[in-house]
């Protein structure tokens, strides 16, 4: 069983940075293909970034350029550099693993971002 808990959420100016961690449990985590995904309040569901087994990124549109995840598999865990934060990135932020077709097989109990003008 595979268990996800992130950390380094809170709050922060408009332009600032955070950086989410994502501790996982379970011997096979390093196989994964691990990510983050938010959710704000009234919209869906939405990529940030995934990281593979192999350590290719990928990223959505809007944080192109400003975030970075990365992953140190000897600590199964997973991280979220966030910089040049805005106000419309407030979110709850979710680690996710183990990509099946659309969909991840586990998830974290999400961390909050809350990104002031």
């Known amino acids: 069983q595979v268990q996800l808990v992130e950390s380094g959420g809170g709050l922060v100016q408009a332009g600032g940075s955070l950086r989410l961690s994502c501790a996982a449990s379970?011997?096979?985590?390093?196989?994964?293909?691990m990510g983050w995904l938010r959710q704000a309040p009234g919209k869906q569901r939405e990529l940030v970034a995934t990281?593979?087994?192999?350590?290719?990124?990928n990223y959505g549109d809007s944080v192109k350029g400003r975030f970075t995840v990365s992953r140190d598999n000897a600590k199964s865990t997973v991280y979220l550099q966030m910089n040049n934060l805005k106000p419309e990135e407030t979110a709850v932020y979710y680690c996710?693993?183990?990509?099946?077709?659309?969909?991840?097989?586990?998830w974290g109990q999400g961390t909050q971002v809350t990104v002031s003008s």
């Open positions: 379970g011997s096979i985590v390093s196989a994964f293909s």
């Open positions: 996710v693993a183990g990509k099946i077709a659309s969909t991840w097989r586990y």
């Open positions: 990281i593979s087994s192999g350590g290719s990124t």
